[in-house]
């Protein structure tokens, strides 16, 4: 490969809710027309995201860049016409006239950043929680006692827990709750 057909990371701007149907079709289209050589990878940067239904803990993929999709290709040929012209996509980050099919490629510490940020968000499974302290003020957001306020009186990082004091019928209440049961006010 030539210096000028080498892979360089570019974002595709996506309808938002629709990168997952982007990222299939550019796949399937590399798949079938056999593009592997040009079109390496198709990403959606996604983090975990944990909350609490129905006294379970639940989690789920939320995409951290909404509207965007980053994909690892080297824009030789139809491969920038296949990519604008893919179903759900506006075209790409940083396009300033459509006519020139001139795409501007991500800079070396903006894919190692953004790669960074996706490795770490999958391993680190809660290490996205807040850290609480005592005296702090949080509102309940599960359980019986969800919408009130309370006043944290004492903390285990440990166990993940929390002893709130709740103001119920004009009495203060000592309750034990999960860090996933609170949010901060």
Do not use: C
Not at 43 to 53: A, D, N
Not at 138 to 159: C, H, L, M, Q, Y
Not at 162 to 173: A, E, H, M
């Amino acid at each position: 490969m030539s210096e000028k057909e080498q892979k360089q990371w570019y974002v595709i701007r996506a309808i938002g809710g629709k990168e997952k149907k982007v990222k299939e079709y550019i796949e399937t289209e590399v798949h079938n027309n056999h593009l592997e050589d040009f079109i390496s990878q198709v990403l959606i940067p996604t983090e975990k995201v944990y909350q609490i239904k129905n006294g379970k803990k639940i989690s789920r993929e939320k995409v951290s860049y909404p509207g965007y999709v980053l994909v690892e290709a080297a824009l030789v040929g139809e491969i920038p016409f296949m990519l604008r012209n893919t179903p759900n996509v506006l075209g790409f980050l940083g396009d300033t006239k459509a006519s020139t099919m001139e795409a501007t490629p991500l800079r070396p510490q903006e894919v190692s950043r953004i790669l960074g940020r996706v490795d770490e968000l999958s391993v680190g499974e809660e290490e996205n929680e807040v850290p609480f302290f005592v005296g702090e003020t949080v509102k309940v957001t599960d359980g019986p006692f969800s919408s009130f306020s309370g006043t944290i009186e004492a903390v285990d990082n440990d166990r993940k827990k929390l002893t709130v004091s709740v103001k119920i019928f004009g009495r203060k209440t000592p309750m034990e709750l999960s860090f996933m049961q609170v949010e901060k006010e």
